[in-house]
């Protein structure tokens, strides 16, 4: 069975610090990762997204790295803004035929305090 | 261009009772999904389509059906329900299966 996990459940820190999320997966035949962030009350938006053959990818203050042969990926966020607390999850796409169906973690909480 | 809009944003019904969920995207996407997320779980996916006048199973697909009549539309129906199904359902729509745009959400009660 296709499963992402996430950790940790949930983080604090305080603004401008920085931090790293993770997410292990064991999706087969993998296609893609992505990070989504979302806010209490919305919908997910998506932050980065990877293939298979991508290591890592930016987008502003957030850096997600993956590594295919550890079945592993990172979301690094740097100089946190209180705009930042939000649930964060990590989704990975298995192809089935025509098809991506994904697979989404159970996210990580993060609370950035003052 | 409102992306991806759901309809309502709210509902309480009783237990047995029926109800249609509304997707809708202006971006001409072929995917659409609906999804379910409770509290402390990832979102799961309900069913999904692939195209106009195509709908598949997902994760949990049990206890709801789906049209996809216009490639603009994704409907989910409850036809009886049931208060396992209390959630926040999720909305969805990607041009080809990598990025998907979210809807805003319905938190439907089910008592």
């Known amino acids: 069975k296709n499963q992402v996990e996430q950790s940790p459940q949930s983080l604090i820190i305080l603004e401008g610090k920085n931090c790293t999320l993770q997410c292990n997966y064991t999706v087969s035949p993998f296609s893609n990762l992505r990070w989504y962030k979302q806010d209490t009350g919305r919908g997910p938006v998506s932050l980065t997204i990877?293939?298979?053959?991508?290591n890592t990818k930016s987008n502003g203050r957030y850096t997600a790295t993956l590594d295919a042969d550890t079945k592993q990926s990172s979301l690094h966020i740097t100089a946190s803004q209180l705009s930042d607390s939000a649930s964060y999850i990590c989704?990975?796409?298995?192809?089935?035929?025509?098809?991506?169906?994904?697979?989404f973690g159970r996210g990580t909480s993060l609370i950035v305090h003052p | 261009n409102a992306g991806v809009t759901q309809t309502p944003k709210f509902r309480v019904l009783k237990t047995g009772q029926s109800m249609t969920l509304l997707c809708a995207q202006d971006?001409?996407?072929?995917?659409m999904y609906w999804y379910r997320q409770d509290p402390g779980m990832g979102l799961r996916l309900i069913h999904y389509?692939?195209?106009?006048?195509?709908?598949a199973k997902g994760e949990v697909p049990d206890g709801y059906n789906v049209s996809r009549l216009k490639k603009q539309n994704f409907l989910l129906g409850l036809e009886s329900a049931a208060p396992s199904q209390t959630s926040v359902y999720f909305c969805?729509?990607?041009?080809?299966?990598?990025?998907?745009?979210f809807g805003p959400g319905t938190r439907l009660t089910v008592t």
């Open positions: 971006m001409n996407h072929e995917y």
């Open positions: 389509s692939v195209g106009e006048g195509t709908t």
């Open positions: 990877m293939t298979f053959s991508e």
């Open positions: 969805a729509s990607s041009p080809e299966a990598y990025e998907q745009y």
């Open positions: 989704v990975v796409s298995a192809q089935a035929g025509g098809s991506y169906i994904p697979t």
